[in-house]
């Protein structure tokens, strides 16, 4: 059983700072990744990481300010996230899978997980909004 609990949301203005924590307990999938998605909008991936050997993709809208990491041995996963816009505010999500995918789509780099959706899984999403 794979449980993935997302904390460090809130409220911050444009152009600061903020860092998510997504605490992964149970079995431990070798893929994980933070998503976003406002209301309206899709949901889109911002960056993977596999903890086993700490390497990380980024979507390329989101490499130059948002930066995925971990602690040791993989137990926590976090998002560290600046120079925020308003048009950041979205609910944040970290998710897990047995494999992370990458790939160009309409010329755009892109990250998530690979697989049925119905094999991953997904944290209940933390809130951000800049103001």
């Known amino acids: 059983h794979v449980q993935l609990v997302e904390s460090g949301g809130g409220s911050v203005q444009a152009g600061g700072s903020l860092r998510l924590s997504c605490a992964r307990s149970?079995?431990?999938?070798?893929?994980i990744g933070w998503f976003r998605q406002a209301p309206g909008k899709e949901r889109e991936g911002l960056a993977t990481?596999?903890?086993?050997?700490?390497?990380?993709r980024y979507a390329e809208f989101a490499k130059s300010r948002f930066t995925i990491s971990q602690d040791n041995g993989g137990r926590t996963i976090y998002l560290q996230m600046t120079a925020l816009t308003p048009e950041d505010s979205a609910t944040y999500y970290c998710?897990?899978?047995?494999?992370?995918?990458?790939?160009?789509?309409?010329?755009?780099?892109?990250?998530?997980?690979?697989?049925?959706?119905?094999?991953?899984?997904w944290g209940q999403g933390t809130q951000v909004t800049v103001s």
């Open positions: 149970g079995y431990r999938e070798n893929c």
């Open positions: 998710a897990s899978a047995a494999a992370c995918s990458a790939g160009r789509y309409g010329g755009i780099w892109k990250v998530g997980l690979a697989g049925a959706e119905s094999s991953h899984t």
């Open positions: 990481i596999y903890p086993v050997d700490g390497s990380t």
